[in-house]
């Protein structure tokens, strides 16, 4: 069991980068592991150090200007090879919501599996939140799952996105895929029972 996702409200890391690839997320070096603890610190490896290992200060992770639990990222993210352990980088850094204009489909799903809400908006909605995260750090974004509803605190606009509706159930309960069909056990054995 993960913890339930209901409503997150928090500030944001901007990231307005476009063609985000999962190469990029996390360099196909780090992918020997088999468990997905350790993935955060080498979230955007290649961007926030240097060959030699050292911070490069101007890479927003490396900012402490930002933080937050929700990504802001440009259009088209996630694109490349289908590697999971993009979304667990993301995941294990202490990311809950990615949001953009797009993802690519299988980094998106890998995403809902990761307990992490990929949300849609449109790319104006995108334009101003990047604008209010860079006039003020502080800018809080609440993301409602219960609502579909995502709202810029800094203008009060707000969009709805969509979800899957099992994988809405997932989140909001906390449950993975094996979480789920143990909880419904019983059910499923009745139905073998009735089946026969």
């Known amino acids: ?18 063609n985000v690839d999962t190469d990029q997320i996390i360099p196909a070096r780090f ?21 030699q290992g050292n911070k490069i ?12 639990q929700i990504l802001v ?12 352990h993009a979304a667990w980088a993301i995941a294990d850094y202490g990311f809950r919501v990615v949001v953009s204009s797009f993802f690519a489909d299988i980094h ?5 599996n990761n307990f992490v809400l990929p ?5 104006e909605f995108l334009a101003e939140l990047f604008d209010s995260i860079f006039k003020n750090p502080k800018t809080e974004v609440e993301v409602n799952l219960p609502e579909q509803t995502i709202i810029n605190k800094a203008t009060g606009k707000s969009e709805s996105f ?5 994988k809405k ?13 143990l909880t419904n056990k019983e059910k499923i054995e009745q139905w073998e029972k009735a089946s026969k």
């Open 1 to 18: 069991m993960k913890a339930k996702f209901n409503i997150l409200t928090s500030t944001c890391v901007p990231l307005p980068l476009e």
């Open 31 to 51: 992918l020997k592991a088999t468990t997905k603890e350790g993935f955060g610190e080498n979230l955007f490896r290649d961007w926030r150090y240097d060959k």
């Open 57 to 68: 200060e101007s890479f927003v992770l490396n900012d402490p200007t930002y933080g937050g």
């Open 73 to 84: 990222a440009g259009k088209n993210f996630g694109s490349g090879s289908s590697r999971e």
């Open 108 to 112: 998106k799903n890998n995403e809902l």
């Open 119 to 123: 949300v849609v908006v449109t790319e």
């Open 162 to 166: 969509e979800i899957n509706a099992y």
């Open 169 to 181: 159930h997932c989140l909001m309960n906390g449950l993975d895929d094996i979480d789920f069909l």
